[in-house]
């Protein structure tokens, strides 16, 4: 299918319109009322597929460029205004660049992400693939049902719909496919991921067999492009500190590079971190590293536990830090970085109601380490970009403070070597700001 030009860029621009509009809509939403995060991520949602679709078209091939596309540089500079005339170039160091061009810019950004699940990076047109394969054709619009949740009922309904996707341990190697393709867009170009094995076990697949094909994908994937993927298993506490041990004693039989450490996910309130210390333990001194999920559904204490009955090297949303002073300056004196999860935590809504009330903006200012993440992409239809688009559009976080906190996302990763791939990405950052003629201005960058 070929379409005109014009009428690209004219779909663009109705799509920035919209977005804008949405964006201004969302921010008017009352802060602390019962149907605001529903309807919250309603908006979300749409917001989130105008973009995809945009993004979409910016990736169309030109067949036949005209003239005056060909004398200009970058892309982005075609996007709004009359196409008729040859469009004024734009910069992010002018007053008050547009929020496309911010998230252009964004996406270019290299990045790391260190807080997300494998079902939740997995494409509903993979997903498409394996129920067929697998012998249980679903259309797309049953597909696109399923996503269709409203509360954490319906959330948790789709982690299982992924994961009765997945029949053999072959199949994992779709789902990794999928996330890479995720990371791609988004620029990511070192990951730590969840991988829960419990229900898969229950399944009846083998944990020996699935990691080898995880494995051996990764592998694959990082010599194609030098995307790095490091897997960190979700020993669950949704299933107790039994099968969670056995869970460790699984990780700690198969010894590859690429399986890093375990994390502690599942619903916060059925298990607390205490009842895991001796899990976290064995780990600790068998050379893992470890994460959990903490202070999202739970306070203060339950971070406590985690820092300092499991000591946890790192602590997923802990949104609840907060209400615990002498708890935010022991994360940061111990350099005890959080995974910041924003859309994802207004979801939860336990603590967080709405972006403009994120605690992200205080940790940063109190000095805690932190990294950007989005938890579940697919499920809550975001991505990393949007993300960091969120802490500047609501967050008042400059571009000199996004760029401070990918840094500190490198530095909040696994990676043996961080100082090396801080270099590399520093090197590309700012070669993307030249390209925005961007001038960053913190000594981040010295
Ligand atoms: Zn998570």
């Not at 924003?342 to 605690?359: A, C, L």
């Amino acid at each position: 299918m070929s379409s005109k030009l014009k009428e690209i860029l004219n779909r663009i621009a109705i799509i920035d319109r919209d977005v804008t509009e949405l964006n201004r809509l969302k921010s008017r939403l009352p802060a602390d009322r019962p149907y605001s995060p529903s309807l919250q991520l309603s908006f979300d949602k749409q917001i989130n597929n105008l973009l995809n679709e945009r993004i979409a078209l910016m990736d169309l091939e030109l067949i036949k460029p005209p003239s005056w596309l060909l004398t200009k540089k970058d892309d982005f500079e075609i996007i709004s205004g009359d196409v008729s005339k040859e469009p004024k170039p734009e910069s992010l160091s002018g007053d008050r660049p547009s929020e496309q061009l911010v998230l252009d810019f964004l996406r270019a950004l290299p990045k790391t992400e260190i807080h997300l699940h494998l079902e939740a990076c997995v494409s509903k047109k993979t997903l498409k693939f394996l129920y067929e394969k697998n012998g249980n054709p679903l259309t797309e619009e049953e597909i696109e049902e399923k996503f269709n949740f409203k509360d954490l009922m319906g959330f948790i309904q789709v982690f299982f719909f992924v994961q009765s996707s997945v029949k053999e341990p072959g199949d994992l190697a779709y789902l990794i496919e999928s996330l890479h393709d995720y990371l791609k867009a988004n620029n990511i170009v070192y990951s730590e991921v969840f991988f829960a094995p419990s229900k898969f076990i229950q399944n009846g697949l083998d944990f020996d067999e699935m990691v080898e094909v995880m494995v051996r994908k990764i592998r694959e994937i990082k010599n194609i492009d030098g995307t790095e993927i490091r897997i960190l298993v979700d020993v669950s506490r949704s299933f107790g500190p039994e099968n969670a041990m056995n869970n460790l004693n699984r990780v700690l039989k198969v010894r590859h590079p690429e399986i890093i450490g375990i994390g502690l996910g599942g619903a916060e309130l059925m298990g607390p971190a205490k009842d895991y210390a001796e899990v976290f333990q064995v780990a600790r001194e068998s050379g893992l590293r470890t994460v959990a999920h903490s202070g999202e559904d739970d306070g203060p204490w339950a971070i406590w536990d985690a820092v300092r009955l499991c000591k946890a090297e790192r602590v997923g949303h802990a949104t609840s830090a907060i209400q615990d002073p002498e708890l935010v300056k022991y994360m940061k004196d111990n350099h005890i970085p959080i995974e910041i999860c924003v859309t994802s935590n207004v979801f939860t809504g336990k603590y967080v109601r709405k972006e403009q009330n994120h605690p992200v903006r205080y940790y940063y200012d109190q000095g805690l380490p932190l990294s950007i993440n989005t938890d579940d992409p697919v499920i809550f239809n975001v991505n990393l970009t949007y993300e960091y688009f969120k802490l500047y559009r609501f967050l008042d976080f400059s571009l000199d403070e996004i760029i401070d906190l990918i840094k500190q996302g490198v530095f909040a990763t696994f990676h043996p070597e961080k100082e090396k791939l801080w270099t590399r990405i520093e090197a590309e950052i700012r070669k993307v700001s030249e390209n925005f003629d961007y001038q960053p201005k913190l000594p981040v960058l010295a």
